[in-house]
């Protein structure tokens, strides 16, 4: 059973279905063709994978997200975080990473934060002088903080597949990962821009102008401390934040920046309602997936395989950047985090790796994925948004590649770097 299941899911993949369907038919198939059990059971699993309370949290941040846009917060983060480097040599670059990392805060999601601040920067840059594909480039790499720094969806899934971890301590590790990743592309971006003399056209701001900005933004900015804040106080639980992120963004959007209006929400929430769909049946599809994979001893196979090499766990955990970043390939995380995390999880706790830390590893190691062809989802967003073809964007990626690898390998060797704030948040 499980080599049709890989055989339909790969083929299927080839032949470009989406990734939710791809599995969710591989999955029928391997049943219909390789087992007693009724068809019924496929959906049954599904439906089981999505039966968590926690998960409520996705369709809401997501929404939350499309509010902002739609709200002009997206666009007052935007001024907010260009005031301060919009006038230096690459500024709108660094103000595209800057943007990037504080709507990180709140939408939880690199394809979001890639279509919504993303999408506008592009055009800004375009504008400034720089050329499309890098503005392009820039976006798909400085969009991968959206699932590190918290709120993240991910790591709402993750805590779900591995009991050693909360939703909150998961929150807490990310924000130094999501920092250095963010470092990383601000130090590209100054390099490239110093190569290709990429200067600034915009005049520094007066200091009423940026007090003016810096007013206007504090409501915007409010959302990330009340969101984090909130839960690492025990106020609320991160479902209970993404609820509260929305009425938040409501608030701000109709009565502080009056850029919303009734009339504008049947659209935003039809846009959140479809893309949290597409989130859900790829949670249900890899849910099923896995369940078939469990059934067949598959996850008991590999960690026996992989105890029997007897690794230290420095060993192990480079095994698992490498099998990630090849399943990241043609996986995208949230799949990925269903299938590899029940497998690899106790591997690394039997190892002595702190939960924390080999959380991280996995979660920059699948995120990374969606910036990597042939299945990246953040390269066709963004090609969309652009109006570009991937290629092309593809040939601009070199630099943020290294940059990316180089904190993933400092993420993978320090342990402390994921760790440190965990441990004296209380978790």
Known sequence: MA???????????ILG?????????????????????????????????????????VPFFILAAEI??????????????????????????????????????ISGSA?????????????????????????????ISSAVVGPIIPPSIVMI??????????????FMAGVIPGLLLAAGNLATNGYVSWKRDYRSTEPRPSKTEMLRTTAMALPALGL??????????????????????VFYALFCGMFIYRALRLRDLPAIILRAALISAAVLLILGAARAFAWVLVIEGVPQFLAETIISWNLSPILFLLAVNVLMLLFGLFMDPLPGV????????????????????????????????????????????????ANLRPATLIREMPPFFLANFIVLMLLTFVPVLSTWLPRVSGF
């Open 111 to 139: 394809l979001a934060d890639a279509a919504g601040p993303g999408a506008m920067m592009i055009r800004m840059m375009e504008k400034g002088g720089y050329d499309r594909p890098y503005a392009g480039a820039l976006t």
């Open 157 to 170: 899934i993750y805590a779900l597949q591995d009991q050693e971890v909360s939703v909150g301590s998961l």
């Open 338 to 385: 269903m299938i590899l995390v029940p497998i690899l999880a106790p591997i690394s706790h039997a190892l002595g790796i702190a939960p924390d830390h080999f959380a991280i590893v996995v979660i920059v190691n699948l995120t990374l994925g969606l910036t990597t062809p042939p299945v990246g989802s953040l390269i066709f967003v963004v090609s969309s948004a």
């Open 68 to 105: 902002m846009t739609g709200g002009a917060i997206t666009h007052t983060l935007l001024r907010f975080a260009s005031q301060f480097v919009g006038h230096l040599r690459g500024g709108l670059g660094y103000a595209n990473v800057i943007s990037s990392t504080m709507f990180a805060g």
């Open 224 to 245: 990330i401390v009340l969101i984090v804040g909130g839960i690492r106080g025990g106020i609320f639980t991160p479902t209970e934040a993404s609820v509260i992120a």
């Open 3 to 13: 080599e049709i299941l890989f055989i339909a899911l790969f083929g299927l993949m």
């Open 17 to 57: 279905l989406p990734v939710a369907f791809a599995m969710a038919i591989s999955v029928f198939l391997a049943i219909a063709f390789g087992s007693s059990y009724p068809e019924i059971v496929v959906v049954k699993e599904m439906f089981s994978g999505l039966d968590s309370f926690p998960l409520l949290a």
